[in-house]
């Protein structure tokens, strides 16, 4: 081992100081490659045969890319055809300083065994390390050391068996100048998009290539369409001085022209800043961190309210900006003017991949098309692909490289397709990559921390386990439910109380803290349920295998076990790790069934009837304490087994046993919650319902008013009570609409660490305490809570970041985070699924009431299919009727008829899919009749819905 | 802006090192004439000057001597140079009272001080050159100057830092790593009998890891008592054919 030194300076923030590094150097770092004899290592990851189909290097080669091209040209690299590639240290060093995503990405790449990268430690092997020079710039010195250490290869692979054809080595670099010089050097060097196109075998990469800089000249005319953006040095001190305020850029989902930026103050205090005018955006994207400069006060404008999309051919780069523009500007009043400022400055990028699909060039020639987002938030991405024939009507994602000022629309490059638009297995792809939901296969990592099947239970486990196998536990389930993570029992005991058992499965036995099965699933967060699809948090031997508590096996459980009189008030309260064998998985009505039946008098059976009838007792006892009982309607698909369409719709029903099962799962949260919060007051993960403010109900009461019905909302018991008595006679629907419109009033529930914030109250449970402990198949919250209780019983071990509460409120933001996207992926999916339904059935007339009531429309709630859409009463291209629209009704008056909220009507449904990227439910007035209005026939309908009418 | 990569995926440390590797060690005895035993030693860029005084009388108050056995006296210093920022004060501070402190009750453990009662030795460590380690190195330097004064010891005393990081202990810690936010903890041992003379951390660290972290820093401190036994044969040898 040989031993060196490099002295290096460095200046820090007022003084020079000198920072002196070793800096060893080895002779035992091998080259890691098959062919190679001279190294000794154990394991090769360079292959002998290195082909690539390339009209350019026609024999073996390993290909060393430099910083510049790993970084811009990632997507390439993580193609699977690029194989056999050395990442040089400096290299992979230079990535991790400049993009932290892309020096991810490049690591998950080096781990993937087929692909064959391998890192070569070049800064530390005695043969390539290099020292900089005088003079020299320290980019000059990693190029010059990605150029020995390029020559070293090449020359140390060449053996005396390998002839000319042997393998070589080939650097790819965009730098012009470091082309040259390894030139000179005598190294094979190609430009990276050279290489690229040279791949006989597939052209397809070449799309994925992404502009480097010299392209871009060509693409753009040479006027300048936006100021330029101020370097960061300028925006950081505009921040300090206050001249500049920075926020998150929010582009607006209506208007193209128009976003706001959102300024985080101190505590509370945050501002929006509204953006208007592309010059003032300045090619900000949605989600970029910004420096905004506000802007005199009296060029100060109100949020327009037209809506506005980017659509239409592309326009020339030399378009009349002031065209775009005229359309803005609307009346304006004084107190309509908010803070207007305009973007100088771009702190952070948040560009990622987006979904969308490609509009082809009106020039059939042409390799340059327009790409619209399927989020109409993100501005259209200029591309350049060959193969656009084959990707017109396909969802395709795109990458932003980057917007030069002299160009209307951003310069992107494809990624990949996901498949046709509107078919169902793509359209699921888009809505979850849209939402940020993981849905990839398990990586192999993830997978090798799973128990070694087949699985059995071992004696020492055993002895760790309260043995609980004799009881009669049952599960209740909705129909087809594979992931079943709760059971219960309930039996009486000698002394005349009864003895109740809520059994979890315990995942937490098989996830262990930190590896990579924990990472993936805390990571994910929670499973996410789409239609007829389910995406797992955990593994599917997990889910729906080892600790799905499924009948006549025997499963580990954590289980929650009160001693109970008959008014099922809790004398005590015990937690233990179990085995149990569940008798029975039941399905909801099943159960129902089960304890209705008068003739069965079986074990189950009567452990059911124990239940329910305690589970009445608490729910009447907690709805005493104010708890909420709200509605929402649920849609359930049934879904054709062949085809996967769905075939017909209904509307979740509520039966007596979803309550039972309910109720008790409430009651083990609220244990579990206090004996983790009495164990860990600084660190357990609980979970909390603020109050809405006062002024959330406004709505709610209005509505309730006119009918005559007096809501209270003065606390939660309140609004129970009056909600319980709100009854209009005649209208039986009254009180679920009522409760409807109260959900719509709650705020977000969220996960948080109790160590960092005072307010535990779950307003809707009217809980002083609240956790989640009932699920840990299909949320992260629950496997945390679970390893907290079972320190708690001195069942299992601790471990640092359980007792770090700034790394559990880091966590609990994650699953705040997943939580609430994986709602929207649902939500998402349902309308997705009820526009297929209504694909297939053509239009349908239906009766609805009114739920809200807007200033050009109202909004229909249909019932039977839970379904919510916009009647609107002025369109584009006829006169809209007169409306007379009334606030404090709220009421709107549509030529002679006077809509109010709760009315009830009658609608015509249909598809819209004049916008394949969009497709939408149509509502039509119908009932009452309003001449010009509603749509007593074909002719006054809309385009789309005509041509549908007529078939 | 990413932190420094501590440990690579190909298990290399910042300097080029693998986790289990010290930093080079080099050391003399005998620096100085005047003083009864002296050693210079460097671990890498971590440089200290040891110098030894006695057994002799109580020097101050003799109130302080002890009937059964000798007292030791430790004075650590870092020159004002020794660190990348110029320090106000040699020694004196908190730090430097603890690390005293640190060394004498390491040498009390060490030294068969019950040979001389009622007597006085000193110990004095000067860092000259700061670049982690400290504690570590002074150690091994001053266990040197002991053996040139020719006091009576156990064994040598060997020091060195552990760090942990990735769930890898790492050996012998530079001051970027030390830096860089690891636990690292330092041990100082009596490697033939496989003593413990001294273990000391200030930072978290679980449980669970902490018998690998001792394990690993065992070991690194066998690899520094050869290193010292070399140095030590070597410096006999030299002097023996001097004097012969």
């Known amino acids: 081992m040989l031993k060196s030194k490099t002295f290096v300076k460095k200046t820090r923030s007022g003084g020079v100081m000198k920072v002196v590094r070793e800096h060893y150097l080895r002779d035992d770092i091998w080259c890691g490659s098959e062919v190679c004899t001279e190294c000794k290592q154990d394991s090769t990851v360079l292959q002998k045969d290195a082909c690539i189909e390339s009209s350019l290097c026609p024999y073996p080669h390993y290909l060393v890319p430099d910083t510049n091209v790993v970084l811009h040209q990632i997507d390439v690299l993580e193609d699977p055809v690029i194989r056999n590639v050395i990442i040089l240290q400096t290299v992979l060093q230079e990535v991790r300083h400049r993009s932290a995503p892309v020096y991810k990405r490049l690591k998950d790449i080096i781990h993937e065994q087929g692909r064959h990268f391998y890192t070569f430690t070049n800064e530390h092997h005695r043969e390539t390390f290099i020292e900089r020079e005088p003079g020299e710039s320290a980019n000059d010195r990693n190029d010059r050391a990605i150029r020995v250490a390029a020559k070293w290869y090449s020359q140390h692979l060449k053996t005396p068996e390998s002839g000319p054809d042997g393998l070589k080595v080939v650097l790819l670099t965009n730098d012009q100048s470091n082309k040259l010089k390894a030139e000179e050097t005598g190294l094979a060097v190609y430009k990276f998009d050279e290489y690229i196109k040279s791949l006989t075998g597939n052209p397809e990469l070449v799309d994925c290539l992404a502009l480097s800089n010299d392209d871009k000249n060509e693409i753009t005319s040479s006027k300048v369409l936006f100021p330029e953006h101020l370097p960061l040095s300028k925006v950081q001190a505009g921040i300090k001085s206050g001249s500049f305020l920075q926020g998150t850029f929010r582009a607006s989902r209506d208007n193209y022209l128009e976003a706001t930026v959102f300024v985080q103050g101190e505590g509370e205090d945050s501002t929006e800043v509204l953006i208007q005018g592309l010059q003032n955006l300045n090619r900000a994207v949605h989600q970029d961190v910004v420096a905004v400069q506000l802007l005199p006060k009296n060029q100060w404008v109100a949020p327009s309210s037209v809506v506005l999309q980017d659509d239409g051919a592309a326009k020339d780069d030399n378009v009349d900006e002031d065209e775009e523009e005229k359309v803005l500007t609307g009346p304006l009043t004084e107190t309509a003017r908010r803070a207007t400022g305009k973007v100088v400055g771009i702190i952070k990028r948040n560009w990622r991949p987006f979904c969308g699909m490609l509009n082809v060039s009106q020039i059939k020639e042409s390799t340059r098309h327009l790409f619209t987002p399927a989020d109409r938030r993100i501005p259209r991405i200029r591309i350049e692909t060959r193969q656009a024939s084959t990707l017109a009507g396909q969802r395709i994602m795109v990458a932003i490289d980057g917007w030069p000022k002299d160009s209307r629309y951003p310069n992107g490059h494809f990624v990949r397709s996901l498949g046709g638009a509107g078919e169902k297995d793509t359209e699921e792809e888009v809505l979850l990559l849209e939402h940020d939901v993981p849905h990839q296969v398990f990586s192999q990592a993830v997978l090798s921390f799973l128990p070694k099947t087949p699985w059995s239970i071992t004696p020492e486990d055993m002895a760790q386990r309260q043995d609980l196998r004799h009881l009669t536990v049952c599960s209740v389930d909705p129909p087809g439910c594979t992931d079943i993570d709760d059971a219960l029992h309930c039996r009486e005991l000698e002394n005349g109380k009864l003895e109740v058992g809520v059994h979890i499965a315990d995942v937490s036995h098989f996830i262990r803290p930190g590896n990579a099965l924990d990472k993936e699933a805390a990571n994910r967060g929670t499973t996410v349920y789409l239609c007829g699809k389910r995406i797992d948090m955990v593994p599917e031997l997990l889910s729906s295998n080892l600790c799905s508590l499924r009948s006549n096996v025997e499963r580990f459980a954590f289980s929650c076990i009160w001693e109970m009189n008959h008014k099922a008030e809790i004398l005590k309260t015990r937690f233990t790790k179990s085995v149990i064998n569940s008798k029975a998985s039941l399905t909801y009505a099943e159960a129902q069934m089960r304890i209705d039946d008068a003739n069965k008098n079986d074990d189950i059976t009567k452990s059911l009837r124990g239940l329910n009838k305690l589970a009445k007792i608490l729910k009447r006892k907690r709805i005493e304490n104010g708890a909420l009982t709200l509605s929402s309607l649920e849609v359930r698909f049934h879904i054709d087994s062949e085809t996967h369409d769905p075939i017909d719709l209904q509307t979740k029903e509520l039966m007596e046993t979803n309550s039972m099962v309910e109720e008790f799962m409430l009651l083990a949260n609220i244990s579990v919650a206090q004996k983790i919060y009495d164990e860990f007051p600084e660190s357990a993960l609980l979970r909390k319902h603020p109050a809405p403010p006062p002024s959330n109900y406004d709505i709610l009461i209005k509505a309730a008013k006119s009918k005559n019905v007096m809501i209270h909302t003065d606390s939660a018991k309140a609004l129970a009570d009056s909600l319980d008595v709100a009854k209009v006679d005649g209208f039986q629907y009254f009180n679920t609409l009522l409760r409807i419109l109260a959900t719509r009033c709650m705020m977000q529930a969220v996960y948080f660490c109790s160590g960092m914030d005072s307010d535990f109250h779950h307003y809707g449970l009217a809980s002083p305490i609240y956790t989640h402990f009932t699920s840990p198949i299909r949320r992260y919250a629950d496997i945390i809570v679970h390893r907290l209780l079972a320190v708690a019983i001195g069942a299992d071990s601790t471990y640092p970041d359980l007792m770090d509460k700034h790394k559990q409120s880091a966590l609990c933001n994650n699953l705040n985070y997943r939580h609430k996207m994986s709602q929207y992926a649902q939500r998402a999916s349902v309308a997705f699924h009820t526009q297929l339904f209504f694909k297939t059935r053509g239009i349908i007339n239906e009766e609805g009431f009114v739920l809200f009531v807007r200033k050009n429309a109202i909004i229909v709630l249909i019932p039977k299919f839970g379904l919510e859409g916009t009647v609107f009463f002025n369109s584009k291209d006829k006169a809209s009727p007169s409306l007379v629209f009334d606030e404090e009704g709220p009421s709107l008056k549509v030529e002679q008829h006077t809509f109010h909220i709760f009315d009830q009507v009658k609608v015509t449904i249909s598809l819209d899919d004049s916008n394949i990227q969009h497709q939408k439910i149509r509502m039509a007035l119908t009932e009452p009749v309003i001449p010009g209005v509603s749509v007593p026939a074909p002719e006054a309908e809309p385009q789309a819905k005509k041509q549908k009418l007529d078939r | ?244």
């Not at chain 2, 730090?95 to 005293?100: A, R, W």
């Not at chain 2, 266990?143 to 990735?166: H, K, S």
């Open chain 2, 1 to 244: 802006m990413a932190g420094l990569e501590l440990l690579s995926d190909q298990g290399y440390r910042l300097d080029g090192r693998k986790a289990t590797e010290l930093r080079k060690v080099q050391a003399r005895m005998g620096v100085f004439a005047q003083a009864d035993g002296s050693a210079y030693l460097e671990q890498g860029n971590t440089k200290a000057l040891a110098v030894v005084y006695g057994p002799h009388e109580m020097r101050g108050s003799r109130s302080r001597a002890l009937h059964d056995r000798a007292v030791i006296n430790c004075q650590y210093s870092m020159a004002t140079f020794s660190t990348a920022e110029r320090k106000r004060r040699p020694h004196g501070d908190r730090k430097s009272t603890e690390m005293s402190l640190h060394l004498k009750q390491t040498f009390e453990a060490a030294v068969m001080t019950q040979l001389f009662p009622r007597s006085q030795i000193d110990i004095y460590v000067k860092i000259l050159q700061s670049d982690g380690g400290n504690y570590s190195v002074c150690v091994n330097a001053a266990t040197l100057a002991v053996i040139d004064a020719g006091i009576p010891m156990r064994d040598y005393v060997c020091a060195c830092t552990v760090g942990f990081v990735d769930e890898t202990p790492l050996a012998d810690l530079c001051y970027a790593e030390e830096s860089g936010g690891v636990s690292s903890l330092a041990l100082a041992l009596l490697p033939r009998g496989g003593q413990i003379a001294l273990v000391q951390m200030d930072a978290r660290l679980h449980q669970d890891h902490l018998e690998t972290l001792i394990e690993a820093a065992m070991t690194a401190c066998k690899c520094v008592s050869k290193v010292l036994d070399e140095v030590v044969r070597q410096h006999l040898q030299e002097t023996s054919v001097l004097s012969r």
